[in-house]
């Protein structure tokens, strides 16, 4: 029973220590080798992050305002909601993770921008994938899906483009505001059949 105990132990050890050395080794190909000219690019794509992950649902809830329609006003404040709750738990996590950012770890990673937070998980990743995924929900055409998704993907790239997170920070970022989103939705579906119940 020791025996199997201690090969668990070991196994997780190695599987982690070769998680983190994949984690590295991926944003040291982004970060190390990038195209510099591209800098101020994926700078402006990161910081498009929060402006238009608050300017969507106020947009339309101000036209669903001006055209009295109420499912318009409706879907704004859920993507509202979602980008709300997305960030809640990013700041809750990044404060129980504590993962430092990897430019504090490995000298070799070159920061372009320098963030005062901890690292896990990625914040705008996080924001971007809420805003995506809650517009996609709300307007599931191609036409809004593909570019929503696109610019989310690409804020997560800029993240380590710039070397302030490891590619792990920006898949649970994702993961954090994809799933806020759809347990978002989830919760107004349930809170909506019980309005129509009474």
């Known amino acids: 029973m020791n025996k199997v105990i201690g090969f668990f132990i070991f196994f997780f050890c190695v599987s982690t220590i070769h998680a983190q050395n994949v984690d590295i080794d991926v944003l040291k190909k982004i970060n190390i080798n990038r195209n510099t000219s591209l800098d101020g690019t994926?700078?402006?794509?990161?910081?498009?992050?929060?402006?238009?992950?608050?300017?969507?649902?106020?947009?339309?809830?101000t036209l669903g305002m001006i055209n009295n329609d109420s499912v318009?006003?409706?879907?704004?404040?859920?993507?509202?909601?979602?980008?709300?709750?997305?960030?809640?738990?990013?700041?809750?996590?990044?404060?129980?993770?504590?993962?430092?950012?990897?430019?504090?770890?490995?000298?070799?990673?070159?920061?372009?921008?320098?963030?005062?937070?901890?690292?896990?998980?990625?914040?705008?990743?996080?924001t971007a994938f809420a805003t995506a995924t809650s517009l996609s929900l709300a307007y599931p055409k191609w036409y809004v899906v593909a570019p929503s998704f696109?610019?989310?993907?690409?804020?997560?790239?800029?993240?380590?483009?710039?070397?302030?997170?490891?590619?792990?920070?920006?898949?649970?970022?994702?993961?954090?505001g994809s799933g806020s989103a759809y347990l978002t939705y989830k919760a107004n579906q349930w809170i909506n059949k019980k309005r129509k119940k009474k």
Do not use: C, N
């Open 150 to 176: 696109v610019w989310a993907g690409a804020i997560g790239y800029s993240r380590m483009h710039l070397g302030v997170h490891y590619p792990s920070d920006v898949l649970a970022g994702a993961i954090v």
């Open 72 to 126: 318009a006003k409706q879907k704004a404040l859920f993507i509202g909601e979602t980008f709300l709750a997305s960030a809640f738990i990013t700041v809750v996590s990044k404060k129980i993770i504590k993962t430092d950012r990897p430019y504090d770890t490995y000298p070799m990673v070159q920061p372009v921008v320098s963030e005062a937070s901890y690292s896990m998980p990625s914040g705008h990743t996080s």
């Open 42 to 61: 994926f700078k402006s794509i990161s910081q498009s992050a929060v402006p238009i992950s608050v300017a969507t649902p106020i947009l339309i809830y």
